[in-house]
């Protein structure tokens, strides 16, 4: 998911930048194949493994204000708890807005049709696209960011190398 959402950031502003390649069946196949793995991600989430490690709890929020101590035992604290969240709105207003959008190219698969809604309509889906693909690149810089930090460098090597280093302690 992580590679296609860069193709896909790649795709939309390389030729804001001046770039020239033909972008557009790039940019809109790797739109519906993100969208085929987000639905499987969330069908593993919710249906195999429970959505629940990722919910907010009160825990969480007591453990964030220091006011009970951090057990170490659990997988994600508040913070990239909220992110996830966070970029996952993102992601689906991107989707969303996505498939919308895809109403006006033709492909193999479809005809186009601009006409499934209003001129004005088109424009509040252009601009949520826009602002959407700002944000998530504004999330993509602060995941790396906050991946070099040293007090998460144990997040970084268990993601890198596959191991459980991530708990607290370990």
Do not use: N
């Amino acid at each position: 998911m992580a590679v296609l959402a860069i193709i896909l950031l790649g795709t939309a502003f390389l030729p804001v930048l001046g770039v020239r390649f033909d972008w557009v069946p790039i940019h809109w196949i790797s739109g519906v194949l993100l969208t085929a793995a987000i639905l499987f991600h969330l069908y593993r989430a919710v249906l195999i493994h429970g959505i629940r490690s990722m919910m907010p709890t009160g825990h969480d929020l007591r453990v964030a204000l220091g006011r009970t101590p951090e057990d170490g035992t659990v997988k994600y604290d508040l913070y990239q708890k909220l992110y996830h969240w966070s970029v996952a709105a993102t992601i689906l207003v991107l989707v969303v807005s996505g498939c919308l959008m895809l109403a006006k190219i033709d492909t193999p698969l479809w005809r186009r049709d601009p006409s499934i809604i209003s001129d004005r309509d088109w424009g509040v889906v252009y601009v949520c696209h826009g602002a959407a693909s700002l944000v998530l690149i504004f999330f993509f810089i602060l995941h790396i960011y906050f991946a070099f930090l040293p007090e998460h460098r144990r997040l970084l090597a268990a993601m890198v190398l596959g191991r459980e280093t991530w708990r607290r302690g370990a």
